[in-house]
Structures are given as structure tokens and as C-alpha cells.
């Protein structure tokens, strides 16, 4: 699960928070990887006298954030779900989410047991339900499938399986919740059951919460080219998705992932003209505008992981000023995803950040 929470994390985003990208063996010019030479056609501003690393803050400077990861490096369960259970209450599943999300790269034995010190606590559970995944695709690394040993999908799909438990019973304890199922779509795709039964699962969790765009970014990766569906059904679904949320939403980073995911899996070369062709930009406007640049934009997990997607989407479309005001919204809060897919995510970000500044 990635913490994009695309999110990202996500969704993404979880992914965000969850995995919002398909990972890439290295094939770039200097120091930021193959994104600088397909945005800029050289890649000139990647060699060693670049811009300096923008370090990736896992805390996405959120406070809270910053206490719960806190919290889990002391195993302190009881200030854990001080900060947890209130985003529960008032049934914001979008950042209960994310918060999950972005501390299941410190898990080990205290999350992955906390159900045996908190017996049919919906939020230990899911914890560790999210602790599993993470660590399921730890074990399968974010390499290609023909690059991954047999025995390293073994132990993948153990863990997956290991992590479905917890979040059913997550589920049985908190039926309203809608972050278990997120997770459950995630393991789904894993476990390979196909995109009924994914599709299923990801029904169950918008049926609770409609727009909970972690839980549509783990969607879009089931019918992306990669997870054996297509570009035109990843389109087709980032499209429906935007169409049916409110402005203001979330959902429309799922066009920019959509758009990054086609141009990684295009040779180079044909990938920079994709991204630069009118339609694409077209999209991503539209999107942006119905989203991170909208007056009602306010997420309640994080607003980093889709204004870093969408600054990445800009810069690689050529459209520098868009680009530009999107990095100023962000700051020095870059992502590790999708800048870690074009080599070392800081340096791409501070490279691409200055490609973009405005010129007197």
C-alpha cells in the first residue's frame, strides 16, 4: 500500500495513501531519472550542479500526523486512538484513512498483533489488516511480476491472506466504516480474484463513503494495463468518477494518476509525446480545475499527494505555469510517489520545481 494516500495516499492517497504507480527500473539521464529527459527533451538540469534534494517529510508537515507516528514508534496504543477515534465519530473516513496509511511503513509485531491486545476493536484491527498489506507487498517489492521470484509471491499472498482476518473482522465490529473495505480492494487485485470480485469489495466501501478517493485510486489500479485491464478502462473509470463528485473533490487526482500511469508504460520517446499531446492537457485542466484548483478543494487528510501529482502531470504536459502554481502551493512538501518513479523523488521534484519557475 503506498502512501500516497494515491492516497494516498493514496489513494491515491493511499494510498494515498494505497499503490498509485507501477514501479520502473531506472533508465533516466543524471541524477532525476528518465521524467526530466521525457519533460524537457535533455534532461540537462539533472547533472550534478542541480538544484539541491527537496527532502520527502513522511509527516506531510501534519501535526497530528506527526503524533500518531510518534505514537506507533512507542507502541502507545492509548495515544493511538486518541487521535484516531475521533476522525471515526465524526465519520470522516477519507483521513482515518490516510492516518492508517502513513504509519504502515513503521509497523513490526506491535501493529500486526495489536488484535491480540485489542480484541474487537475495529480500529486495532484495521490497523493491523493495514499493517499486513504493507507488509505483503514489502515482501513482493514494487517490481514487475516477471521480476519477482516465486517464492517472493508466496510469501506476498500469505500475508495478504493473513491480512483479509483483521479487516473483515474490522468490519463485523464497525460495519459503517468504509477504510477496512478500502484495504480489502487493495488485497483483492494482490490475490489476483479478478475485477468482479475487486469491483465487489470497492461497491462495499462507497456505499459508506461515496467519494473516498483512496478507496477509487486502489480502483483504478485494478483495471489499469498492468493489473490485466486496460488504458481505456482506467480512463474510462477516472472520467465517471470525477463526473459523479461534487467540485471541490478529491477524485479528479485520479486523471493525473491515470495520465502518469499510460505515460509509464509507454517507451520513451512516445511516452513525452503522449503526455505533451492536447487532449492529455485538456484532461488534466479539467481535472485540475475541478479539484486542487477549485475554491472548494479542502481535504480533510492532505492536500500534498494530489497537488504533487498534478505538478508532476503539468511539468511532464509542458505546462510550466500551471506547474509553477501548483509547486508554490506546495512548497518543499514533495511526495515520495510519483516523483520516486523517475529516480531520487527530491531531486526530480526540486529539478522539475525549477524547470517550472517563472521567468522575469
Known amino acids: 500500500m503506498s502512501n500516497l494516500a494515491l ?16 514501479k520502473r527500473g531506472s533508465s ?25 534534494p527537496v527532502p520527502v517529510d513522511p509527516t506531510y508537515g501534519d501535526p497530528e500526523l506527526a503524533a500518531l507516528r510518534n505514537a506507533v514508534a512507542h507502541a502507545d496504543w492509548p495515544a493511538m486512538e486518541a487521535i484516531l477515534r475521533p476522525c471515526r465519530e465524526r465519520g470522516d473516513h477519507e483521513r482515518l484513512t490516510w492516518l492508517i496509511t502513513c504509519v504502515d511503513d513503521l509497523g513490526g509485531d506491535f501493529l500486526l ?35 519477482v521470484s516465486q517464492e517472493k509471491f508466496r510469501i506476498f499472498h500469505e500475508r495478504l491472506q493473513a491480512a483479509e482476518a483483521p479487516l473483515y473482522a474490522a468490519v463485523e465490529a464497525d460495519p459503517e466504516s468504509a477504510t477496512p473495505w478500502c484495504f480489502l480492494t487493495t488485497i483483492s487485485r494482490g490475490l489476483e480474484h479478478g475485477h468482479e470480485v475487486t469491483r465487489r469489495r470497492f461497491e462495499a466501501g462507497v456505499r459508506r463513503d461515496p467519494h473516498h478517493v483512496a478507496l477509487h485510486a486502489s480502483m483504478l489500479q485494478q483495471i489499469c494495463a498492468k493489473w490485466s485491464g486496460s488504458h481505456e478502462q482506467m480512463h474510462g473509470f477516472a472520467r465517471r468518477s470525477l463526473e459523479q463528485a461534487p467540485p471541490g473533490s478529491g477524485i479528479g487526482v485520479l486523471t493525473a494518476t491515470a ?22 492537457l485538456v484532461e488534466l485542466k479539467e481535472a485540475a480545475a475541478a479539484s486542487v484548483l477549485h475554491p472548494a478543494y479542502a481535504p480533510t487528510d492532505s492536500p500534498h499527494a494530489a497537488l504533487n501529482a498534478f505538478a508532476m502531470a503539468f511539468w511532464l504536459a509542458g505546462d510550466r505555469a500551471t506547474a509553477h502554481d501548483l509547486f508554490r502551493r506546495i512548497g518543499d512538501r514533495p511526495t515520495r510517489l510519483p516523483w520516486g518513479y523517475a529516480g531520487n523523488a527530491g531531486r526530480v521534484f526540486a529539478t522539475a520545481r525549477q524547470e517550472c519557475k517563472k521567468r522575469k
Not at 534532461?43 to 539541491?52: D, F, R, V
Not at 488484535?115 to 515482501?139: D, M, Y
Open 28 to 52: 533516466g539521464v543524471g541524477g532525476a531519472g528518465r521524467a526530466a529527459t521525457s519533460a524537457t527533451g535533455s534532461g540537462s538540469t539533472t547533472a550534478a550542479g542541480g538544484p539541491k
Open 113 to 147: 498483533t495489536l488484535p491480540e491486545r485489542q480484541p474487537g476493536n475495529a480500529l486495532a484491527l484495521t490497523l493491523s489488516g493495514a499493517r499486513h498489506v504493507a507488509w505483503a507487498w514489502e515482501a513482493r517489492t514494487g517490481a514487475r511480476a516477471s521480476q
Open 259 to 280: 495520465h502518469l500511469e499510460h505515460w509509464l508504460d509507454l517507451p520513451k520517446g512516445e511516452d513525452a509525446a503522449y503526455m505533451r499531446s492536447g487532449g492529455v
Open 7 to 22: 492516497l494516498g495516499p493514496a489513494a491515491i492517497g493511499a494510498a494515498i495513501a494505497v499503490r498509485t504507480f507501477a
